[in-house]
């Protein structure tokens, strides 16, 4: 992995040209864009002086003529106005175009509004009226434009590593076709990730008609195989769980991160449950057992740390339990028999209401077992329905890939297309996927980036991005929706359709063609133009979801059944592997915004670490960002220390997507690859991990070092019961304003307000991308993150209560608080920061000089600060994706969150032009509309029947630093936790210790 | 034109304020040693700018600060090319030697002007000696003090938004804050000090005009003599100047340091918010002035032989001046922390503490040490006699206030109300070059001054001859 | 010794003093005049083809809206494409040289390019839409454009020229129904029937000069 130095600079491994590169910021990355200037630099160096490219030049200029003293003072350009020679249709300048359209990962789609300015994607949003979405999105799909936009992206057919073209490509596989026609497509071989595509599922059905001897292989690293094995397991089927959170009043889960990862409906669900019909907090109950921490954990009333593998003895001993008339039930080394007891009490009382989860990653017996549950308290039909597996094709996809490798090794396999994915990074180590590619004749890629994969293939194609392109995808539920391009093709890419209607003989194949053939024929009829356009306009197929089936546990399949005895060798260590909470497995390694984006529980950013838990760190003297080496069945990696409070003991957590070395100037060489431990066998966890600490240290960048809240109290909480008996002494008396010296300010019109339910935000930070993707927020590099630089507007604050063997975990975004007395503006030397007649405190970025005194002066340090010129102003294509109703802030002025200025703006204006009042709900802030919980509700609290006034009206609400009389405008509902009463022993955490550190 | 020989000034003297001085300022009164003539006072004196071959030791140490100076305005260069990023700044700790070095350089420009005209309204002319190079001490300090809060400035080129002037933007400067007030503040009292400085100087380049030999030197200081001819109505006007300029001085010292106090105190952060800052300021400002003051006298008492003007007795005043206001300082110490525990603020409280025992605590252990500790030793009247160690002192001195400095700036900040935003200032080498070219651009401005200005107001040394032939 | 500064050389220094005061205003100015905005104030613009907006709003009667169709509904209000202009011109003036560009620009779907004449600083965020709808004449900010052959810039378009009507609408609103109309001018009691529009039109003056209003 990358070694660090003093100024821990990154360094990249040899960059796409061979030649090791060092950069420190996004504009940095730029300046090695263009090729004379890809050299190595000093670490440490700032600025390459050798190299003064035009921006070099003007900051030269500036700075003698700042050193003048009359500094940018010159003539304005004369400029040209181009209009069109034929105007397109619907497209006024300067007014924006929403199209429906989705985005999938995994092959589950999210039903997406996509913005597009002047014909450039810009902004993505959840589509309403799609059942995954609900109008929320997770990071992924905030985060996607980005990828369009990336410089980085692959930008022509190669062959051999030589530039070549797609009509050469096409004559290669034609020739080949002959062959393959020959022998009935015998040595062909189609490599794919998950397919929930009916197009694409029918255009491979019919190659492999018209090839019956080629085999399709499905292979993705972060798979649902377990899901459908425990379906086999139990009902002799595989089968979809659909859970129904919005019912559910206790929950159950085991290792399951449903308020984690991608997909936002589940949170959206959860969060609605919270809220009883009467508007009264309503918590239900939130049972975890978990391996490693998630958000899932850190919201539940009762989260046990259990090792992976000590889970299925949970499983076994609730089930049990329930079987049991008296429910008498037996401990598990992690969950004690009391613990089990309640818990089923719990979900006996509530049998119907109750629901049990396992975790994508738990072993399929897990998920069986969690199946029998369900059935056995009648929650199927109720709180879980299972139907038909949303993906094509739910075969087990190690197997397949295993199946494909043996193949190869056989020397069975002659043609290999390898279409999205990157196995060669990302396959099991065992497997050596890219040494076996070398036996085989034809190989192709096709991918967004030329990566690992693409090196070891013949022929590498460019993809089109999934705004550049027609597909149709299904959601959670089976929900079809029909993906429709917001632009051609920047860089000639091709989708996988395209690639496929070449083996299907078709000589000009277009993928718009193949999906609306399709469609043609699955949906004939009359009526077909108004069906077509009906999908693309609501952006899904109604009705398309997939219809529950009824299930029955397989005769033979007893969950009551104790568990194997499980020997293992205490001198050794488990290792859990787990997908990044940003960069996923490894595709998003090239996206600024995600590697930037801190994750949630460690606050880490551009990098992985080994998470290990406090008691084995304190037992082998480990520290944060000591380097160890981890050595797991012959193969060893080295890798930081990083300690997670609740982490179970004698266990160590790597997260997959990073130590990639062709990702792009972003990801490369940043973290460790720890697909290099992973084994095809225990994909997801194993026993026999060697730690041996070194005397290296690896610097990480971490956003936060404090995570007590000292006694101050930014995050109030409290039990249901002491909700019941006297909120207000648990929220102390910052809700009476105190007295001021100022003249009240009266503000007739609108006053907008936020307020921040910390009782749904489950910390997922969907509202940090929101808002970086909204308002042109830069990225600024690991260097300038260790500074404590980042630009973030809201940031997620954590905090831990209690010991760090059992830690309460509480998330808190912080944007700006909009002050009615904001200390920022009354130190400001020029009214650079000011506030408006509606109360919005502003930045003006064209009036601040930089003197800092704003930062120094707000108690939230929610200002941020361009210290060196962030935004890059040299990339076409980065300028092409910024919204152009956000000013592109310059360095050395201030800026902070601006409650969406622009958003109120243009619908103000729109609102004057008829002489009417904004509605409410009619401006949404970008984190707001990202919020998968709907924690963040925006309005004007001047209406007394706006949404944010009924919220602060709440005997929940609190002031954050109230005492200092600042007068927020955003507000905070407090944390409730609902922990039973005959566990308060067991309760995660004691609030009243403050004991991490 | 008339040249007016040295020796027809004494005359000229308006007896009245021989008598107005007679008699006077016997606490602290000098002697100079009776050896001295008029002539001799004009002859030593002017003799250092005219006569005197260069000394070895004033070429190497002009090459030394010319050095420090390139890396002063190299730091500087690269700073506006770059931005000031190239500083350790960052959120939470958005200021840090920037300011530092701003308010130690502006602490330091206190004592020059304060000195000469404190002492000249309280008709203590044994300052006489000493104002002069003080007074050059702050103009250049002063100056230095003055580009900080430029260069600190993200977009420096736009520093004079801070200025009201019409503008088609029609917008003013935020008169709330301090920021707009110091400008004004640091304006007014470096026009003042020079003004101070020039008007005693005038008397002064008249003589080293019809002293100096060499026709160009006799250009040069005839242009800056203004066409001094000594009448008796420019000594009137002259003194009537001085008087006013140096009443108008005393009180814009104290509203300078007050305005930099204030800089801190209207902040909300817990450690700045107090209303003791604008004396606290005042008092530190004329500790660390008198401090430097010290140093340079001890220096040029020996470089240049001076001890005949410079006498121990003048040394031993401002030592008891430091050690009056070492207390004050450490006065101020003690209060901070009872306030802090009094108020009961939890913010404040813990603010006291961590600068105690938190990740900077050595800063401000080491600065108690140099600030209130070693001073003390200026109670020894044998310490007080002996150059060298006063030297050795006033130097810890300087070092301890641009820690304390250091750490009222930096500790404040760095972990001020919501832990999540705590962190850590680490400086980098851009912001030590800084610092040390500061250092080595005051130094080299010094260098200079000797060689080309009396570094001893030839005109007060006279009349304090004349007083004291006239009082014996 | 002789004296250096004799009368003479005095008056000499006294005179050269005054020079370089003088000079230093001199260069200000000089610097001043060196960054203003381009095309200057009232100086017509040559485009290419020379377009007359008398020509066409005075002789042929055109609506403003006619080209500019969007500056009702979008910030921003709209240059005609080629095909707009090809709507009266692909039968009137085929033969005339002076619009062989306009043909040639049609005939090979290459754009014409127009000298821009009004442009406003840059950080600010001017919508054309919510001025119409609230009676801010097209005259008002570009002058009449039906007397002039070649298009100039009758206003300074700088920070304090939008300012003065923010923070007193009251002097230059008109009727919506005159709005697009060249020929109108303020009545004699203009005052009193800007502040009757102000009232009708809703404008809420308490937020007119707002930073947020045009700065985001």
């Not at chain 3, 100015?29 to 905005?37: P, V």
């Amino acid at each position: 992995m990358a070694h660090s130095d003093d100024q821990q600079e990154r360094i990249a491994q040899a960059a796409p040209d061979g030649r090791t590169v060092f950069w420190r910021t996004l504009e940095e990355w730029q300046r090695h864009n263009v090729s004379e200037e890809r050299m190595p630099r000093p670490t440490g160096q700032a600025i390459d002086a050798s190299a003064v490219d035009r921006r070099g030049f003007l900051r030269l200029m500036a700075a003698s003529l700042s050193l003048a003293g009359a500094g940018a003072c010159s003539r304005a350009p004369q400029q040209a106005i181009v209009p069109y020679v034929h105007a397109p249709p619907q497209l006024a300048a300067g007014e924006p175009l929403y199209f429906a359209t989705a985005a999938g990962l995994g092959g589950y789609a999210v039903g997406l509004l996509v913005k597009s300015d002047g014909g450039r994607p810009t902004k993505v949003e959840g589509n309403p009226s799609h059942p995954a979405s609900l109008g929320a999105t997770d990071i992924f799909a905030q985060a996607c434009v980005l990828d369009l936009w990336d410089p980085d992206r692959s930008q022509a057919v190669t062959h051999s590593g030589q530039v070549s073209t797609w009509n050469a490509f096409v004559a290669a596989l034609e020739s080949r076709m002959g062959r393959l026609a020959a022998d009935a497509g015998a040595g062909l071989r189609i490599l794919t990730e998950s397919v929930t595509s009916p197009t694409l599922t029918n255009q491979l059905r019919s190659l492999l008609q018209r090839f019956p001897a080629a085999v399709w292989h499905q292979y993705q690293p972060i798979n649902r195989d377990n899901v459908y094995e425990g379906g086999r397991l139990a009902f002799g089927e595989p089968v979809e769980p659909r859970y129904r959170f919005d019912r559910a009043r206790v929950v159950l889960s085991l290792d399951g991160d449903f308020l984690g990862g991608p997909g936002v409906r589940h949170m959206r669900d959860f969060a609605a449950a919270r809220l009883g019909e009467d508007g009264q907090p309503h918590p239900g109950r939130l049972y975890a057992v978990e391996s490693t921490p998630t958000l899932t954990g850190a919201f539940a009333d009762h989260r046990f740390a259990a090792r992976f593998s000590e889970i299925e003895a949970v499983a076994r001993a609730i089930a049990q339990a329930l079987a049991s008339p008296a429910g008498e039930a037996q401990g598990t080394p992690a969950v004690s028999a009391v613990a089990i007891a309640g818990c089923v009490r719990d979900l006996r009382e509530n049998a119907a209401e109750s629901l049990v989860l396992a975790g994508d990653a738990q072993p399929a017996i897990v998920h069986a077992l969690a199946y029998a549950i369900n059935l056995r308290l009648g929650n199927v039909g109720r709180t879980v329905a299972y139907s038909a597996p949303v993906l094509s094709q739910p075969a087990s996809q190690a197997d397949s890939l295993r199946t494909l490798v043996a193949d190869i090794a056989a020397g069975r396999v002659d043609t290999l297309l390898v279409l999205e994915g990157n196995p060669v990074y990302s396959a099991p180590a065992d497997l050596d996927f890219g040494a076996q590619l070398a036996k085989i004749g034809l190989t192709v890629h096709l991918s967004l980036y030329d990566d690992e994969t693409s090196a070891q293939c013949e022929w590498h194609v460019p993809q089109a991005h999934f705004l550049e392109s027609w597909s149709d995808t299904r959601a959670f539920d089976g929900t079809i929706s029909i993906q429709q391009p917001l632009i051609a093709p920047l860089y000639g890419g091709k989708s996988a359709h395209q690639v496929l209607a070449v083996l299907l003989g078709q000589s000009t194949p277009n993928d718009y063609q193949a999906v609306r053939d399709y469609w043609s024929k699955a949906h004939a009829g009359a009526d077909f133009e108004a069906f077509w356009d009906a999908a693309l306009h609501r952006g899904f197929v109604e009705g398309s979801e997939l219809p529950p089936k009824a299930v029955a546990l397989k005769a033979g399949f007893s969950p009551e059944r104790a568990a194997p005895a499980y020997t293992r060798d205490e001198a050794l260590l488990d290792i859990v592997f787990a997908p990044d909470p940003t960069v996923w497995d490894g595709r998003f390694a090239n996206n600024g915004w995600l590697q930037e984006l801190p994750k949630p529980l460690t606050k880490l950013t551009w990098d992985n670490a080994a998470l290990v838990g406090p008691q084995l760190a304190q037992r082998l003297g480990l520290d944060n960002e000591d380097v160890v080496e981890l050595t797991y069945r012959g193969a060893s990696v080295k890798a930081p220390v990083w300690i997670v409070p609740g982490h179970p003991d004698k266990a160590v957590t790597v997260t997959l997507g990073y130590g990639r070395h062709r990702a792009g100037r972003i990801g490369n060489g940043a973290g460790f690859n720890a697909y290099l431990l992973r084994r095809s066998d225990e994909p997801w966890c194993g026993h026999g991990l060697e730690l041996r600490k070194t005397t290296e240290k690896y610097r990480l960048a971490t956003t936060q070092h404090h995570f007590t809240m000292e006694g101050r109290h930014p995050v109030r909480s409290m039990t249901l019961a002491q909700f019941h008996r006297d909120h207000a002494a648990e929220l102390g008396d910052e809700r009476q304003p105190n007295p001021s010296m100022y003249q009240p300010v009266q503000y007739e019109g609108y006053a907008w307000g936020m307020s921040i339910n910390l009782d749904a935000c489950t910390g997922c930070a969907a509202c940090t991308i929101a808002c970086q993707s909204e308002n042109n927020i830069p990225i600024v590099g690991k260097t300038e993150v260790r500074r404590g630089r980042e630009m973030h507007w809201i940031r997620v604050d954590r905090y831990y209560q209690g010991s760090a063997e059992r830690p309460r975990t509480f998330f808190q975004p912080v944007p700006c608080m909009h002050c009615e007395r904001a200390p920022c503006e009354t130190v400001c030397p020029v009214e650079a920061t000011v506030h408006d007649s509606e109360g919005l405190n502003l930045q003006v970025y064209n009036r601040c000089i930089g003197t800092r005194f704003c930062s120094n002066n707000c108690p939230y340090k929610v200002r941020r600060f361009n210290f060196l010129q962030y935004s890059d102003t040299e990339t076409e294509s980065l300028k092409a994706q910024r919204n152009p109703e956000v000013t592109v802030r310059m360095r050395g002025v201030m800026e902070k969150c601006t409650y969406c200025v622009q958003r109120i703006t243009n619908a103000r204006i729109e609102a004057e032009k008829g002489n009417r009042r904004l509605r409410d709900g009619e401006v949404l802030t970008a984190c707001q509309a990202a919020c998968p919980t709907g924690a963040i509700v925006f309005g004007d609290i001047n209406d007394p029947d706006s949404r944010v006034s009924k919220a602060k009206s709440s005997v929940l609400r609190y002031a954050l630093l109230g005492e200092l009389n600042t007068r927020p405008r955003t507000t905070y509902l407090a944390r409730l936790s609902n922990p039973n009463p005959e566990l308060q022993d067991q309760q995660a955490g004691d609030p009243t210790a403050e004991s991490v550190g | 034109m008339t040249t007016a020989t040295p020796d027809t000034f004494a005359p000229d003297l308006p007896s009245s304020l021989g008598a107005a001085s007679r008699g006077e300022g016997k606490s602290m009164a000098v002697r100079l040693s009776d050896t001295h003539s008029f002539a001799s006072i004009s002859e030593k004196i002017s003799g250092i700018v005219l006569t005197m071959p260069t000394p070895r030791w004033w070429t190497i140490a002009f090459a030394l600060c010319s050095a420090l100076s390139l890396v002063f305005f190299g730091a500087i260069s690269y700073l506006f090319y770059e931005g000031v990023g190239i500083w350790g700044l960052n959120v939470p700790v958005v200021w840090a030697f920037d300011i530092t070095n701003y308010v130690w350089w502006i602490a330091i420009a206190m004592s020059g002007t304060f000195i000469s005209a404190a002492l000249h309204l309280t008709r203590q002319p044994w300052g006489a000696s000493i104002s002069r190079f003080a007074e050059a001490m702050t103009i250049f300090a002063l100056a230095i003090a003055g580009i900080f809060p430029i260069i600190h400035l993200g977009r420096p080129w736009f520093f004079y938004w801070l200025a009201p002037y019409p503008n088609v933007m029609s917008l003013w400067p935020q008169w709330r804050s301090p920021l707009v007030w110091d400008f004004f503040a640091i304006l007014a009292y470096l026009l003042l000090s020079l003004m101070f400085w020039y008007l005693g100087l005038i008397p002064d380049f008249a003589t080293l005009r019809d002293r100096a030999r060499s026709r160009s030197a006799q250009i040069a200081y005839g242009l800056l003599a203004l066409g001094w001819r000594g009448e008796a109505r420019h000594w009137q006007r002259h003194r009537g100047a001085h008087l006013l300029l140096a009443g108008l001085a005393v009180p814009l010292v104290v509203s300078v340091h007050s305005v930099v106090g204030l800089d801190f105190a209207t902040g909300n952060t817990p450690g700045w918010h107090s209303t003791i800052f604008p004396p606290f300021f005042v008092a530190g400002a004329m500790f660390s002035g008198f401090a430097m003051a010290m140093t340079i006298a001890v220096l040029l008492r020996r470089a240049f032989d001076l001890g005949d003007f410079i006498t121990d007795r003048h040394l031993d005043n401002l030592a008891k001046l430091i050690l009056a206001m070492g207390l004050v300082l450490a006065y101020s110490y003690v209060m901070e922390i009872f306030m802090a525990w009094y108020s009961a603020d939890r913010y404040e409280v813990y603010t006291a503490l961590n600068r105690m025992r938190g990740p900077y605590a050595p800063v401000y252990w080491a600065l108690i040490v140099c600030v209130v500790v070693v001073p003390q030793a200026l109670w020894s009247r044998r310490v007080r006699h002996a150059p060298w160690v006063l030297f050795g002192i006033s130097i810890v001195i300087n070092v301890g206030m641009w820690l304390e400095r250091f750490m009222l700036i930096v500790t404040s900040q760095h972990r001020d109300f919501l832990p999540s935003a705590w962190g850590m200032f680490y400086p980098t080498i851009w912001d030590w070059a800084t610092l040390v070219g500061s250092i080595g651009f005051f130094a080299w401005l010094l260098l200079l001054f000797v060689r080309f200005i009396p570094l001893i107001s030839m005109t007060e040394m006279r009349e304090l001859l004349a007083q004291q032939q006239g009082g014996s | 010794m002789a004296q250096v500064f004799r009368p003479g050389l005095v008056f000499v220094l006294k005179v050269g003093a005054a020079a370089i005061l003088l000079g230093c205003v001199t260069a200000v100015l000089g610097w001043r005049s060196l960054i203003a905005e381009s095309p200057a104030i009232d100086a017509p613009v040559t485009q290419i083809p020379p377009f007359s907006h008398k020509h066409h709003i005075s002789d042929v009667g055109l609506d403003c809206r006619f080209c500019h169709a969007t500056v009702e509904t979008s910030a921003f209000a709209g240059i005609p494409p080629t095909s707009t202009c090809m709507t009266c011109h692909s039968q009137l003036f085929k033969d005339q040289s002076m619009l062989a560009p306009l043909f040639a620009s049609f005939r090979e779907e290459r754009p014409l390019r127009w000298i821009r004449v009004h442009r406003l600083p840059d950080f600010v965020y001017f919508n054309h839409g919510i001025h119409i709808a609230k009676g801010v004449g097209c005259s008002t900010c570009h002058g009449q454009v039906e007397q002039m052959p070649l298009i100039w810039r009758t206003q300074s378009l700088e920070m304090e020229w939008c300012l003065a009507c923010h923070r007193a609408p009251e002097k230059f609103l008109r009727p919506r129904d005159r709005v697009f109309d060249m020929a109108w001018r303020a009545p004699d009691d203009q005052l009193e029937q800007g502040q009757r529009l102000l009232a009708d039109y809703q404008i809420n003056r308490s937020r007119l000069a707002d930073c947020s209003n045009c700065h985001r």
